[in-house]
């Protein structure tokens, strides 16, 4: 099999698994129980926690474990909005988010609050004028993503910060880092508020993190017991917690130099399928390596996923989480229909192989063609 979809998710990497195991066999006590056993048990999500935090140079009470990016993006935004509706119900998103944020947006939208969708120029890039123009005093946040998971464009965030700040001190900053983080280094300080999901870095399904600056006020969403954190109470899933730091230290290992080795992977795809006229690449220079679009505009991309599943290659049409529609990112950045319904994501990893890439090639050319051939 040749895996090509790993910004959808990705397998769950060996020494990852031990943790779970070794965690769920050795640490049987509920952290939150005043004997030796809880006491074990809240050592190690201490300690755990620590690392996560010492990577992103952030303190231990900023991070709020989640079931994974979608209640993270949730947390920040229902969150910020029930903390400070009082003060404004203006909210600000891009047009190149996960759908989860504009689910988010439009609950909102149905209880008062207003949403704005800044512009972005035709390489993704947020137009920072735009952004100017609709932060207002009641501006309560702007939730911009780092990376968008279908095209793999990436924002400066530490810009939109700058510009963000210098409207509205007040304004809190949120971004979706789902498919930043592991894949490209990331500075928590540039926002108020960040989201992540351990399953887009070998780590296990289920569990995340939302980061949570300390300068700034949520309210919780769910409420119950337990003292490991007001934000999300009840029994800390030690096993997932434990592997998610794991995998985010695992993650962090030479991220340049996996960068460089994928962006050889990535050129080597586009030079091979760039020299069909019907096969638009939608790259642009913010792109990251690890994920490349294409549109094959002759063909329904659910067609081709599936001549390439019966060969054991797996893709995704636009994102899993949003396969069927039309490609609202490509929209956004080409405002093009045809090239919107045509999407096709190849998603690539440090663990891919050159032979892999090799013979995934060889079979979309040879699959394209005899379609070709009956058109
Ligand atoms: N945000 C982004 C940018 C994503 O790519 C995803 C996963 N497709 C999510 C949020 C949702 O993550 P989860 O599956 O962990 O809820």
């Known amino acids: 099999m040749i895996y090509l979809d790993y910004s959808a998710t990705t397998p769950v990497s060996y020494e990852v698994l031990d943790t779970i195991s ?38 231990t009470n900023e991070i709020i ?27 600000i998103v891009s047009k190149l988010e996960h759908p989860s944020i504009y689910a988010i947006c439009e609950y909102l939208k149905s209880i008062g609050f207003e949403i704005d ?37 990436r924002q400066p965030l530490k810009m939109i910060r700058q510009i963000i700040k210098k409207e509205n001190i007040a304004t809190i900053f949120h971004s979706d880092m789902t498919q930043a983080i592991g894949k490209i280094a ?34 919780p969403l769910i409420y119950g017991s337990g003292k490991v954190n007001e934000l999300k109470p009840g029994t800390p899933p030690l096993p997932l917690i434990a592997a998610l730091s794991k995998a985010i230290r695992l993650a962090n290992d030479s991220l340049e130099k996996r960068e460089r080795f994928i962006n050889l ?19 642009t220079k ?9 549109s094959i505009m002759n063909v329904m991309p659910e067609t081709f996923i599936h001549i390439m599943d019966k060969h054991e290659i797996y893709l995704s049409t636009n994102t899993a989480c949003s396969s069927g529609d039309i490609s609202s ?21 440090y663990v891919t192989t050159t032979e892999e890439v090799n013979k ?16």
């Open 286 to 294: 913010y792109s990251i390596p690890q994920i490349l679009n294409i």
């Open 265 to 283: 992977l990535n050129n080597k795809i586009i030079t091979a399928l760039e020299q069909y006229p019907n096969i638009k690449i939608n790259k």
């Open 22 to 59: 070794k965690v769920t066999k050795e640490f049987i006590g509920n952290p939150n129980s005043l004997h030796a056993l809880g006491l074990k048990s809240a050592q190690l999500l201490e300690s755990a926690t620590k690392q996560i935090a010492d990577i992103f140079g952030i303190s």
């Open 329 to 349: 990112s490509i929209m956004a950045i080409y405002n093009d229909i045809k090239r919107a319904k045509h999407t096709i994501r190849i998603s690539l990893s």
């Open 186 to 219: 990331v500075n928590f300080h540039d926002v108020d508020l960040a989201s992540m999901s351990a399953h887009k870095i070998f780590g296990p399904k289920g569990i995340g993190f939302l980061y949570k600056s300390n300068m700034i006020k949520i309210v």
């Open 65 to 91: 474990y989640t079931s994974g990016a979608t209640e993270a993006n949730n947390m920040a935004i229902i969150g910020v909005a029930m903390a400070h509706h009082r003060k404004g119900k203006h909210i």
């Open 360 to 375: 995934f090639i060889e079979i979309f050319k040879e699959e394209y063609e005899k379609i070709m051939q009956v058109k």
């Open 117 to 153: 969708y800044v512009k972005n120029d035709n390489e993704g890039l947020i137009d920072f004028d735009d952004l100017k123009r609709l932060i207002r005093d009641d501006t309560i946040l702007v939730s911009i993503c780092a990376v968008n998971s279908e095209t793999g464009v």
